[in-house]
């Protein structure tokens, strides 16, 4: 049986999304994150997932006409590195999309944790000028975070 890193779509029209998987929280602790997929032009990618997870808490969202994905959430505790170096409040975050023949591995950071953000010890590898790739945006009551494949604006990835 294919998995997604062995198939190059369409594979998840057929086996996802699940009922409520984008959803890991709720109440009034519960975050909304937002955003899109955008390929390296900025057209949305239409076929594509996004899975976010750190401490207890999984969700997963399949992206719509506009590229758009969305998650509920609580903000994560800050974790140590295998070395015990603490990290940032942060959500690592899978993306699953056609022509990707394995999934890319990226972090969502919290723009209120500026001073945390900057002692982190893997926000602190990166460029600084490609730093803010990484980090959500507040826009009212939701965070925004869109993911940019390829192009001027790429989001960072991380080997895995």
Same mark, same amino acid.
């Given at each position: 049986?294919?998995?997604? !890193?062995q198939?190059?779509?369409? @594979?998840?029209g057929?086996?996802l999304?699940?009922p409520? =998987?984008?959803?890991?929280?709720a109440?009034? $602790?519960?975050?909304?994150?937002e955003?899109q997929?955008?390929d390296? $032009?900025g057209?949305p990618?239409?076929d594509?997932v996004?899975?976010?997870?750190? =401490? =207890?808490q999984f969700?997963?969202?399949r992206?719509d006409?506009?590229?758009a %994905?969305?998650?509920?959430v609580h903000?994560? !505790?800050p974790?140590?590195? !295998? /070395?015990?170096i603490?990290?940032?409040s942060h ?6 999309a056609r022509?990707l023949?394995r999934?890319l591995?990226t972090r969502? %950071?919290f723009? /209120? $944790?500026?001073?945390?953000n900057?002692? =982190?010890p893997v926000?602190s590898r ?6 803010a790739t990484?980090?959500a945006?507040?826009d009212?009551?939701?965070l925004? @975070? /869109?993911v940019?494949?390829?192009?001027? /604006? $790429?989001t ?5």
């Amino acid at each position: 049986m294919p998995t997604p !890193s062995q198939t190059v779509g369409p @594979f998840f029209g057929f086996a996802l999304p699940f009922p409520g =998987d984008a959803g890991a929280a709720a109440g009034d $602790e519960a975050l909304r994150i937002e955003g899109q997929l955008l390929d390296g $032009e900025g057209a949305p990618v239409v076929d594509g997932v996004l899975e976010v997870w750190q =401490d =207890d808490q999984f969700a997963r969202c399949r992206t719509d006409a506009e590229g758009a %994905y969305h998650f509920t959430v609580h903000k994560p !505790s800050p974790t140590p590195e !295998s /070395d015990g170096i603490p990290t940032a409040s942060h959500l690592n975050v899978f993306v699953f999309a056609r022509g990707l023949l394995r999934h890319l591995v990226t972090r969502i %950071y919290f723009p /209120d $944790e500026e001073a945390a953000n900057a002692a =982190d010890p893997v926000l602190s590898r990166v460029d600084p000028g490609r730093r803010a790739t990484l980090v959500a945006r507040r826009d009212g009551a939701v965070l925004r @975070f /869109d993911v940019h494949l390829q192009g001027a /604006d $790429e989001t960072v990835f991380f080997a895995h």
